[in-house]
Antibody, heavy 120, light 107 residues
Framework: DVQLVESGGDLVQPGGSLRLSCAAS????????MNWVRQAPGKGLEWISY????????YYADSVKGRFSISRDEAKNSVFLQMNSLRVEDTAVYYC?????????????WGQGTLVTVSS | SYELTQPPSVSVSPGQTATITCSGD??????ASWYQKKPGQSPLLVIY???KRPSGIPERFSGSNSGNTATLTISGTQPMDEADYYC??????????FGTGTTVTVL
């Protein structure tokens, strides 16, 4: 079975840093692009970042560009999100999601999420 | 930046049909996906490529996309369908765009 397990969420002060991890299993990880998506309390889903299967295409939402960095490690079957210069408004549950190999790039599997709280 | 607009809420009686719209400029020129999100749970893909259902998604979920509007239809709505629903598309300028979300209440 496909499984995505996020970790690394924590309480951090504004201006701090955090690194989220997403461990994948049950599929050939290096064949799939991956996304990070977040949901702030009481808000909707917000796409954050995309990394292609070959690691050569990366996108960020404007809200995190220059502060967040996505990467992947094929040997560890994992995707990471390095979050720097965190703001109160980055408080959210962060999900990793697998991008299906289909036109339109739907996200067909999601992790359970990890909570990031930015507060002093 | 590209935007997708959904009605904030839709109410439906059990067994009736719920219709959720998603509006965006020339949305019909791109594929739309739909996700179901329940409190405390991860999002669940219910429709992709406008009208296809992933394995395990009930037939009562259907989709369409034309012009500026994508539509998710839940036929014979059940209490378990009460959730937030989000449309999503892939746009060249902002690769992933989610809609504003619609809360479906089954009264």
């Amino acid at each position: 079975d496909v499984q995505l397990v996020e970790s690394g969420g924590d309480l951090v002060q504004p201006g701090g840093s955090l690194r989220l991890s997403c461990a994948a299993s049950g599929f050939t990880f290096n064949n799939y692009a991956m996304n990070w998506v977040r949901q702030a309390p009481g808000k909707g889903l917000e796409w954050i970042s995309y990394i292609s299967s070959s690691n050569n295409i990366i996108y960020y939402a404007d809200s995190v560009k220059g502060r967040f960095s996505i990467s992947r490690d094929e040997a560890k079957n994992s995707v990471f999100l390095q979050m720097n210069s965190l703001r109160v408004e980055d408080t959210a549950v962060y999900y990793c999601a697998r991008v299906a190999i289909l036109t339109g790039f739907p996200q067909d599997y999601w992790g359970q999420g990890t909570l990031v709280t930015v507060s002093s | 930046s590209y935007e997708l607009t959904q009605p904030p809420s839709v109410s439906v009686s059990p067994g009736q049909t719920a219709t959720i719209t998603c509006s965006g400029d020339k949305l019909g020129d791109q594929y739309a996906s739909w996700y179901q999100k329940k409190p405390g749970q991860s999002p669940l893909l219910v429709i992709y490529q406008d009208r296809k259902r992933p394995s395990g998604i009930p037939e009562r979920f259907s989709g369409s996309n034309s012009g500026n509007t994508a539509t998710l239809t839940i036929s014979g709505t059940q209490p378990m369908d009460e959730a937030d629903y989000y449309c999503q598309t892939w746009d060249g300028s902002t690769p992933y765009v989610f809609g504003t979300g619609t809360t479906v209440t089954v009264l």
